[in-house]
């Protein structure tokens, strides 16, 4: 569902470079500091590192980049 909500300028602007930087929309940038902002107000014990490599982790998953962990070793 796409809805509109006013944004102050100066968040904007902000939120347009870092946009550019990650090669993302500026809605998309948007987008993803709420998800962000979201699984940090979820999850307020995490440092913002893990959370965003969780994320990066499991969009990795999604597009099989990942390989099955195979033991070489027996367990004891």
Do not use: C
Request: charged share 30%; net charge positive; proline share 4%.
């Amino acid at each position: 569902m796409a809805i509109s909500v006013r944004l102050d300028d100066v968040f904007v602007t902000h939120a347009r470079v870092h946009a550019e930087a990650e090669n993302r929309s500026l809605p998309k940038q948007i987008e993803y500091w709420a998800k962000i902002g979201q699984m940090m107000m979820d999850n307020p014990d995490l440092p913002y590192e893990f959370v965003r490599e969780s994320l990066l982790a499991t969009e990795e998953v999604k597009q099989g980049l990942t390989k099955r962990y195979v033991r070489r070793t027996k367990r004891n």
